[in-house]
């Protein structure tokens, strides 16, 4: 998880690969639409993820990423316990199956410690055409409600193209 990790916690920039133009994110042979952050956030480049926002005024990171090799067919919900592994004293809030594309993702709101600092999380998690996507909101839970709205944002106008 490397970088990712790391961007839930708001502290380095990595390198991606990938153009995102038009609020279309596309690499290789995979275009999705997504949505952007407005006002104070601004985007990263970070070597394990699609597309990466922060605000650092709120300490608050979005990370979106998209992986259509060597998938398993597994569950959203074990999906998503993948991308908690390493976070401790996670406390699940919701988790939400929501109408996406035609299909259905699974949304998880939960808190957990990432590196010991106690963090305020939103989890999107969607499967089509052979690939996994995630949108992740990460934010310190006194100012999650002030900025889950960019989160709200990019999640919102998420719509996966087609694999050619």
Same mark, same amino acid.
């Given at each position: 998880?490397?970088?990712?990790?790391?961007?839930?916690?708001?502290?380095?920039?990595?390198?991606?690969?990938?153009?995102?133009?038009? @609020?279309?994110?596309?690499?290789?042979?995979?275009?999705?639409?997504?949505?952007?952050?407005?006002?104070?956030?601004?985007?990263?480049?970070?070597?394990?993820?699609?597309?990466?926002? $922060?605000? *650092?005024?709120?300490?608050?990171?979005?990370?979106?990423?998209?992986?259509?090799?060597?998938?398993?067919?597994?569950?959203?919900?074990?999906?998503?316990?993948?991308?908690?592994?390493?976070?401790?004293?996670?406390?699940? $809030?919701? *988790?939400? =199956?929501?109408?996406?594309?035609?299909?259905? =993702?699974?949304?998880? $709101?939960?808190?957990?410690? $990432?590196?010991?600092?106690?963090?305020?999380?939103?989890?999107?998690?969607?499967?089509?055409?052979?690939?996994?996507?995630?949108?992740?909101?990460?934010?310190?839970? *006194?100012?999650?409600?002030?900025?889950?709205?960019?989160?709200?944002?990019?999640? @919102?106008?998420? @719509?996966?193209?087609?694999?050619?």
């Amino acid at each position: 998880m490397g970088c990712a990790l790391f961007m839930l916690s708001v502290t380095q920039a990595c390198k991606t690969t990938g153009v995102l133009e038009n @609020n279309a994110f596309k690499k290789r042979d995979l275009t999705y639409q997504i949505g952007t952050p407005k006002n104070s956030w601004r985007r990263l480049f970070v070597e394990d993820a699609d597309l990466a926002w $922060i605000n *650092q005024n709120e300490d608050s990171a979005i990370l979106v990423n998209s992986q259509c090799k060597d998938i398993k067919d597994l569950p959203l919900k074990a999906l998503t316990v993948q991308l908690l592994i390493g976070m401790t004293e996670q406390n699940l $809030i919701s *988790q939400t =199956a929501k109408p996406s594309a035609g299909r259905e =993702a699974l949304e998880t $709101i939960l808190t957990a410690k $990432i590196d010991g600092v106690l963090r305020k999380l939103n989890i999107f998690v969607f499967k089509k055409d052979g690939c996994v996507y995630d949108i992740v909101f990460s934010a310190p839970p *006194q100012t999650y409600n002030k900025e889950v709205f960019a989160y709200e944002e990019v999640r @919102n106008h998420f @719509n996966p193209g087609n694999k050619k």
